[in-house]
């Protein structure tokens, strides 16, 4: 059903070397799209690469050595999409960090700074370079991967979860400030089983899926699809959204812990 809606467009997906990123990256390759995946570690994008090359699709894989939260390498990665492939369709910022576990008391402002430069800042910064490279004048969607926590409170994550509310709030000012031309929307993943979350999942999943309506975690490819559909035409009257993904975890009653 989704095979070629994605039929010679560009995107570039920021955290693509594994986990959500990487699911992204093969749903849209899947649906006929180049992809550039952007990560800090050239061995991760390398393996990143050769799995995604591994599946049969027409659309090339472009690497870069990139982090997040450095704006100028940001707008090199997207010079390279350009170079590469001319045009620039799809932004999915993916990339995340979270340096820091406990109260926001004890927060201090290095590990405060290095959580908004990647989480929040990194998401305009990336947005605004793809905006004057391509979108501005010929269009474009942005995806941005924030997270349920921007909408509930958190013993230990607090202040990782203000940065995915910011993320919820800034999509909706992009999708104000860039519409007619660009749509920017989000999605809010509960808890996926990737490295990110491993901690909290591996030793602990029958007792955090018992009580979800779906009673399982999310997979990586759940939110591909999701990623696939604000990517595409099939989503082209939304704008500012954020789709939440969570097995119905937001859905449970007061009390009831998930
Ligand atoms: N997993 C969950 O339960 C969950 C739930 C809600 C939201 N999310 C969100 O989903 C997104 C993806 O998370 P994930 O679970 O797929 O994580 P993951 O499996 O740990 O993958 C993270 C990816 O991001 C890259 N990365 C990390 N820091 C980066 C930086 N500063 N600049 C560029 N790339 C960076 C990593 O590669 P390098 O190390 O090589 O840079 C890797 O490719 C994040 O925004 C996360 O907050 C995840």
């Given at each position: 059903m989704t095979r070629g809606v994605l039929d010679g467009q560009v995107a570039v997906i920021t955290g693509g070397s594994r986990g959500i990123g990487l699911a992204i990256g093969q749903a849209y390759r899947a649906a006929g799209a180049h992809v550039v995946l952007a990560a800090r570690k050239a061995d991760g994008l390398a393996e990143a690469r050769s799995e995604l090359l591994g599946v049969a699709a027409a659309g090339e894989v472009h690497t870069v050595v990139a982090n997040a939260g450095e704006p100028e390498q940001a707008q090199r990665c997207v010079d390279?999409?350009?170079e590469r492939f001319g045009r620039l369709d799809v932004l999915v910022n993916n990339a995340?960090?979270?340096?820091?576990?406990?109260?926001l008391i004890g927060l201090d402002p290095s590990r405060a700074e290095k959580t908004v430069r990647v989480n929040q800042y990194g998401m305009i910064a990336w947005t605004r370079c793809a905006w004057h490279a391509w979108m501005a004048e010929h269009g474009g969607a942005v995806v941005n991967i924030a997270s349920v926590g921007g909408?509930?409170?958190?013993?230990?994550?607090?202040?990782?979860?203000?940065?995915k509310a910011a993320m919820l709030h800034l999509t909706r000012q992009l999708a104000y400030e860039l519409?007619?031309?660009?749509?920017?929307?989000?999605?809010?993943?509960?808890?996926?089983?990737?490295?990110?979350a491993r901690a909290v999942w591996e030793v602990r999943e029958p007792i955090l899926t018992e009580k979800l309506p779906l009673r399982r975690l999310g997979t990586p490819e759940d939110v591909a699809n999701a990623a696939l559909f604000l990517a595409s035409d099939a989503s082209s009257w939304m704008t500012g959204q954020t789709l939440v993904l969570d097995g119905g975890a937001l859905a449970l009653p007061i009390?009831?812990?998930?």
């Open positions: 390279e999409a350009m995340a960090t979270n340096p820091y576990h406990g109260e909408l509930i409170v958190d013993p230990h994550i607090g202040y990782y979860n203000a940065t519409g007619p031309a660009a749509r920017v929307n989000a999605i809010a993943p509960g808890l996926v089983k990737t490295e990110l009390g009831v812990e998930g």
